[in-house]
């Protein structure tokens, strides 16, 4: 399974787009992209999925580059309630492996 | 529609207490997980079951039992707890484990273990 990387935390102001990064350099063609986040303790929430195209859903943009080694998720206009760990996770086609890392934790800021 | 629902929400135990943690869900998925997080770690999986009748361990299944009870319910038991398995344990559910349905998380039990 590709490991992902992510920085370990970000800020960003309140009504501004929140762009955060993974790499996933080791990604191979039949693995998704997952993004999860998790706010304060709650459990992981999942917010949108993508294979190569990019997805828009009702929560955020998810950007893959051509080549598939990274992603950013896009939250287009953050809120204090966006504040959370923002989990970037790859998956296999086919399997149950969900592999969480540590994520980036994202700080709104007002 | 509540989604993935666990009880207890909160736990105390004494080491070598035994005690079962409850998950059911009501959107008709037929595969169900239970990942533990430790502080400062991401998700570890224990079990999981891909459909009602089956159960298949996880990264990290000592110490733990589960129980598909039927579609809506998948239980964690603990026989003998220990220190260790001090965590927060969060039950998932997805449509399937083959397809890319994404996992729908309960809110967790958090477990002490003195």
């Known amino acids: 399974d590709a490991k992902t990387t992510q920085p370990t935390s970000m800020d960003c102001a309140e009504g501004r787009a929140a762009n955060l990064p993974c790499n996933h350099s080791?990604?191979?063609?039949?693995?998704?992209v997952y993004w999860y986040r998790q706010i304060h303790s709650q459990g992981p929430q999942y917010i949108i999925h993508g294979l190569k195209n990019n997805e828009t859903n009702e929560m955020a943009s998810l950007i893959i580059t051509e080549d598939r080694k990274s992603s950013t998720l896009i939250l287009p206009h953050a809120t204090l309630r966006d504040t959370a760990v923002y989990y970037c996770?790859?998956?296999?086609?086919?399997?149950?492996?969900?592999?969480f890392g540590t994520g980036t934790r994202l700080k709104v800021l007002a | 529609n509540a989604g993935v629902t666990q009880t207890p929400k909160f736990q105390v135990l004494k080491t070598g207490q035994s005690m079962t943690l409850q998950c059911a869900q009501d959107m008709n998925h037929n595969s169900m997980y239970w990942y533990r997080q430790d502080p400062g770690m991401g998700l570890r999986l224990i079990y999981y079951?891909?459909?009602?009748?089956?159960?298949d361990k996880g990264e990290v299944p000592n110490g733990y039992n589960v129980s598909r009870l039927n579609k809506r319910e998948f239980s964690l038991r603990l026989e003998s707890a220990a220190p260790s398995q001090t965590s927060v344990y969060f039950c998932?559910?997805?449509?399937?484990?083959?397809?890319?349905?994404?996992?729908?998380f309960g809110n967790g039990t958090r477990l002490t273990v003195t």
């Open positions: 998932a559910s997805s449509r399937g484990t083959t397809d890319n349905s994404p996992l729908h």
């Open positions: 080791t990604i191979s063609g039949n693995e998704y």
């Open positions: 996770i790859v998956r296999t086609a086919g399997t149950y492996k969900y592999i």
């Open positions: 079951s891909a459909s009602e009748g089956t159960t």
